[in-house]
Nanobody, 125 residues
Framework: VQLQASGGGLVQPGGSLRLSCTAS????????VGWFRQAPGKEREGVSC????????YYARSVKGRFAISRDIAKNTVYLQMNSLKPVDAAVYYC???????????????????WGQGTLVTVSS
């Protein structure tokens, strides 16, 4: 596995978590990175992404204003800061990467070529 998502856990509604996506065998510098999530019985959906070519970001409407994606080149890591978490945010979160993507980051999961194992986020009181 070349990508590793971590940072999930149990949090109460209204709480925060920061997910990390780290690459072990390649640099993320030239990779557009996306975060996806999949709840039981539901399709995997795009949550956020950050483009390597122009630095632009995307947020799904359901998380806009609560989640923030960022990149730390020195640590070869992309973060997803999740605030004001709701029970509907509970899911397995995956990070994915695609190299040399030009323009805005893709929201279609099939455009990503490298996937990490997911990290479970549970939001419950």
């Amino acid at each position: 596995v070349q990508l590793q998502a971590s940072g999930g856990g149990l949090v109460q509604p209204g709480g925060s978590l920061r997910l990390s996506c780290t690459a072990s065998k390649f640099t993320l510098d030239y990779n557009t990175v996306g975060w996806f999530r999949q709840a039981p019985g539901k399709e995997r959906e795009g949550v956020s992404c950050i483009s390597s070519s122009d630095g632009s970001t995307y947020y799904a409407r359901s998380v806009k204003g609560r989640f923030a994606i960022s990149r730390d080149i020195a640590k070869n890591t992309v973060y997803l800061q999740m605030n004001s978490l709701k029970p509907v945010d509970a899911a397995v979160y995956y990070c994915a990467a695609v190299k040399n993507w030009f323009g805005s980051c893709p929201t279609n999961r099939y455009d990503y070529t490298n996937w990490g194992q997911g990290t479970l986020v549970t939001v419950s009181s």
